[in-house]
């Protein structure tokens, strides 16, 4: 919560009837028992301490103002899915509005696939979805990957506690943001993505439906799940790649890719 000025000060004036009490000079010497107003007039012993008393009250107010404003802080950090360091958002136009930092810290083609995915009706529900407090999605670059990319699924602890809308829960994404070439084993059909670019687009929303479904807290494997083919079929639809599968053509999740490190992504 944040403390205006005004507020503050409101509080501070309302026991001193309104006026600025002032600085005692140092030379001012205070009978005991009590308090002198602004204009040096010395109030009875009684009014003295019922005025102390009401100042050290605003005084006590304030500070539990300030405590819980402090206390609130961190629960009012930003989230949402993160890249270069900063939180990704969406203009009113539709389109993600990045951040210098953002622009500097990443590649063309993972700002193009991110617009492109958040163009898309689910892709925009899921941005939406993660833009909360409740979610702190780390986005990282590697073009060493020897797939498009992947989400690994996080530590049990976070599995467990996916409902518990008190905490943050932490996920990781990661892009290879110059796919060389379509997946291993995939073939270049019509309808489905082959440029590098509708490559990057399409690991947005493979990838954050795998995050989608860990924030529910299903654990893997998921591409053999009905619902996650049904939703991938969707977003792929609506990327324009209707024939584009995801995970379907191998066992495993470690489909469309080349080592066991793949679990969890393509
Ligand atoms: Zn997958």
Known sequence: MRVSRAGVYG??????????????????????????????????????????????????????LLVAAAGSADSRAPGGIFLAGEPLRVAADGFPKFTDRQIRGSAASTRAGLARWVSTTDGRRLFDYFTSWEYEIVVTEDESESGMGRAPQPGIATMVGAGDKTRRKFYELIINPAPRSIPEGLAAFPGQATRPADLVAATWAGEMLHIYFYSLGVLLPHHGRRDFQEQWASVAAQLGFPSMEHGQSEPDEGSWRRSRRSRGSW
């Open 11 to 64: 509080t501070l004036r309302r026991p001193l009837a309104g006026r600025h009490a002032g600085c005692q000079p140092a030379s001012v010497r205070q009978p005991p028992g009590a308090i002198s107003t602004a204009r040096g007039a010395t109030l009875p012993f009684a009014d003295a301490n019922l005025r102390y008393s009401l100042l050290m009250r605003s005084a006590l107010a304030i500070l539990a």
